[in-house]
C-alpha cells in the first residue's frame, strides 16, 4: 500500500523574500499514518510532482486558501488516470464542499488516531466521501512526534542556510479574533501537549533552530512558564508567534532561547511601544504583522503606522491586506454589509485587495500596501534585515556554545557572518 502526499504550490506574497520553510502539516498528517504504509512527499513549491509514480491513494495536504485552487487542478488530473483522491488538512477544513467536487473523500479535522481506518476502507475498496471529524479533537497523547523523515530536508535551506524546523506544543487557541479561522479549525480550547513530548521530539531532531508554529504561546501562564523552563537544558533557538507579556515570561522566554517573535500590531499605541520595547531589552527580535484595510485606515492612517513601525524599530514588518477568509469573524460581516468583491481563492493572498475597504478606493489600499513594504524596507532592504536577525541568533549560539559554523557560506549573504 502507498500513498502519495503532495503539497500544493501558492503564489508568494508580492515584495516578500521568497524562502521556503520545511511544512508543518504534511508532517504530522504522515506520522499519523500506520507504519506499514509507505509513503512519498511532493512539496510542490521546492520539486515537481511526479504524475507517474504508481500509488494506491493521492492525499493533498492544504493549508492555505490560495494554495486551494491548484490542489483540485492536480486533483483532477490525478482522478482522471484513475487514482483516488483524498483532500486534509486546514485549506481542505475552510473549503469542504467546493473540494468534494474534485476528491473522492475529504477528511476534517485532526488526524492522529484517525487515519488508520481511512487506509483500511481504501484497502477494502470503501473509501468514503467525508470523515468528519470537525470539533471532536483527538487524545493529546496521541500526538507524537512529526514524520519529518518524509522531507528532502536538502531542498529547505535559503542561500546555503538551513530553514528552521517547524514544531508545536499546543493546539486551539481561547481567543477569537476578527481576521482569523483558528477558533473555527482548532476549536476555542486551548489544548496544549504533554510538555516531556515536546521535549522528547525536540531532542531529536538535528536542528538548533526552531519554529513554534503554535497559533499563540500566550494561553496559559504556568504551562508557557512550565514549557519555557523545560526547554531552557535544550539551548535551541526559536521563533514564536506571541508569548505573554509579562517579565517572569519574558526572562523565561529569553533564557529558553527566544531569537524573534511575531507581534500582531494593529495600532500606534504606547501599549505596542512598551511591548515592543521589553521584548528587545531582552534580545528578543520583533516582527510586526500588519493588517492593512481595516474599517479605520485611511491614506494617512497607513503613513502614520509605517512611520510609527520605523520609531519603534521593529526587525521586520509583514505587512497584508485584510482578507476575509472563510469562517472568520470579518467574512462574517463583510459578508452582510455585501463589500466582499468576489471568490476568487487564488487572489486571496493577502497581497491582494478582495472587499470594499471602508474610507480608500480599492486602488489606494493596493498602493498604500506597496507603500507599507516599499518605505519600511527603503533603507534597509528585508533581505538585509533577515541578516541582522541572522547574526543575532549566531551571536546566541556562539555564547551558549550551540554554534556549529559552517551553515552560513560566505558571500550567500549581503551581510558577513562576524
Ligand atoms: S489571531 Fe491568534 S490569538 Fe487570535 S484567534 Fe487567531 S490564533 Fe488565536
Redesign the pocket.
Known sequence: MKIKIIYPSWPKLNRQTEFHLPPHGPVCFAAAIPDDVEISFYDENIQPVDFDEKADIVAFSVMLTCQIPRAWELADRFRKQGVPVIFGGIGTMLHSEETMLHADAVFLGEAEGRFEEVINDVRNNKLKKVYNYLNDFPDMNLIGPARRSILNRKLYNYRGVQMVDLVHASRG?R???FP?C??FLGGRKFRARAIDAVVRELEQLDNNRLFFVD??LAQDDEWEKELFRALIPLKKKWIS?PIKDDDEILDLAAEAGCWYVYQAVFDTSDHIRRRVKRLKERGIGVEGTIILGMDDHDEDYIKRLVDFLLEIELDLAEFTILTPFPHTPIRADLEKQKRILHNDWLHYTGAEVVFQPAKMSVDALQKMFFYAWDTFYRDCSQNLQMAKLFLKVIEKEKADGTYKGSRLRRGRWSLKDK
Do not use: E, K, R
Open positions: 487557541c481567543f477569537n479574533c482569523c483558528t477558533p497559533n499563540s508567534h
